[in-house]
């Protein structure tokens, strides 16, 4: 089922759509983590470090209610193309920022993705339960899950060593731009799912659109389960990625190239496991 999936017109835009969407976040956050430990080397490299984290991570604090808002008024297919294209200035800005070494432009960039990621995670997870079958739906979230960990991989593994490299700037620069026209590219191709409700009026205030969130998945014991044991998962998995690189030059004294290994076994878990926990379902959504 996987490879009928990934070769389908109905899933295979969304997954490369996601995949690079993820592989440029990724390279972005550590290729800035490791400007700041190895060429800036501060002492306050340790906390900016973890801040990157929390500036990627903070937006889904306040923008995932309206996100999921937007993902039912409108075509999702079509929002996940305007997201995607309204990525690709954000993108300009962090090449900038890498090809003058600007720490703060990195650091605007790096929130904004934050936020685009935060509108357009309900709008790729609603699309699968419209393109695909019942039982097609482990396999599909499984590799969207599996596609968002890979290309974590690949992105640390080449911020990593791009930004240990002397002279990579334009380099970095221009892969930026490019991972995020490609990722638009595919968006494009995504089917239309129509309007899931038309009627909906958006709340553009994040605080009582959360809040209303909150709320309906409270209603529901076993997705407030569910949804507890996500975050739980999330909040594990930022804490380590955000320490993981500081520990490793400041601990054992490690290079571009521990930290590299380290989160590779890391993702390499996470990625695997998801694919373990598609078979393990039969073709049945938990």
């Given at each position: 089922?996987?490879?009928?999936?990934?070769?389908?017109?109905?899933?295979?835009?969304?997954?490369?759509?996601?995949?690079?969407?993820?592989?440029?976040?990724?390279?972005?956050?550590n290729?800035?983590v490791?400007l700041?430990?190895?060429?800036?080397?501060?002492?306050?490299?340790?906390?900016?470090?973890?801040?990157a984290?929390?500036?990627?991570?903070?937006?889904?604090?306040?923008?995932?209610?309206?996100g999921?808002?937007l993902?039912?008024?409108?075509?999702?297919?079509?929002?996940?193309?305007?997201?995607?294209?309204?990525?690709?200035?954000?993108?300009?800005?962090?090449?900038?920022?890498?090809?003058?070494g600007?720490?703060?432009?990195?650091?605007?960039?790096?929130?904004?993705?934050?936020?685009?990621?935060?509108?357009?995670?309900?709008?790729?997870?609603?699309?699968l339960?419209?393109?695909?079958?019942?039982?097609?739906?482990?396999?599909?979230?499984?590799?969207?899950?599996?596609a968002?960990?890979?290309?974590?991989?690949?992105?640390?593994?080449?911020?990593?060593l791009?930004?240990?490299n002397?002279?990579?700037?334009?380099?970095?620069?221009?892969?930026?731009?490019?991972?995020?026209?490609?990722?638009?590219?595919a968006?494009?191709?995504?089917?239309?799912?129509?309007?899931?409700?038309p009627?909906?009026?958006?709340?553009?205030?994040?605080?009582?659109?959360?809040?209303?969130?909150?709320?309906?998945?409270?209603?529901?014991?076993?997705?407030w389960?569910?949804?507890?044991?996500?975050?739980?998962?999330?909040?594990?998995?930022?804490?380590?990625?955000?320490?993981?690189?500081?520990?490793?030059?400041?601990?054992?004294?490690?290079?571009?190239?521990?930290?590299?290994?380290?989160?590779?076994?890391?993702?390499?878990?996470?990625?695997?496991?998801?694919?373990?926990a598609?078979?393990?379902?039969?073709?049945?959504?938990?």
């Amino acid at each position: 089922m996987f490879r009928t999936l990934l070769t389908s017109s109905r899933f295979a835009p969304l997954f490369w759509t996601q995949f690079l969407s993820a592989l440029s976040d990724s390279f972005v956050k550590n290729a800035l983590v490791v400007l700041i430990l190895y060429e800036i080397g501060s002492t306050e490299g340790a906390t900016l470090v973890t801040l990157a984290g929390a500036v990627l991570i903070a937006p889904f604090f306040i923008l995932s209610g309206v996100g999921g808002q937007l993902a039912d008024r409108f075509d999702k297919a079509a929002m996940a193309e305007r997201i995607k294209r309204a990525e690709i200035p954000v993108a300009v800005v962090a090449a900038a920022g890498f090809a003058i070494g600007s720490i703060t432009m990195l650091f605007v960039a790096l929130a904004l993705y934050g936020a685009f990621a935060a509108l357009f995670g309900p709008i790729k997870y609603g699309i699968l339960p419209v393109h695909l079958a019942e039982s097609e739906l482990p396999a599909g979230n499984a590799l969207v899950e599996g596609a968002t960990f890979t290309a974590i991989l690949a992105g640390t593994i080449a911020g990593t060593l791009a930004a240990g490299n002397d002279g990579s700037a334009w380099l970095i620069a221009v892969s930026v731009v490019g991972l995020s026209v490609l990722c638009w590219l595919a968006a494009t191709r995504i089917p239309p799912t129509g309007e899931a409700a038309p009627e909906l009026v958006i709340d553009r205030n994040p605080w009582t659109s959360t809040t209303a969130l909150l709320t309906d998945l409270r209603s529901d014991p076993r997705i407030w389960t569910g949804a507890l044991i996500q975050a739980w998962f999330w909040l594990v998995g930022a804490i380590a990625l955000s320490l993981l690189p500081t520990l490793v030059k400041e601990l054992i004294g490690g290079t571009e190239g521990v930290i590299a290994a380290c989160l590779l076994v890391f993702t390499v878990g996470i990625a695997w496991g998801s694919l373990l926990a598609a078979r393990a379902s039969k073709t049945r959504p938990n």
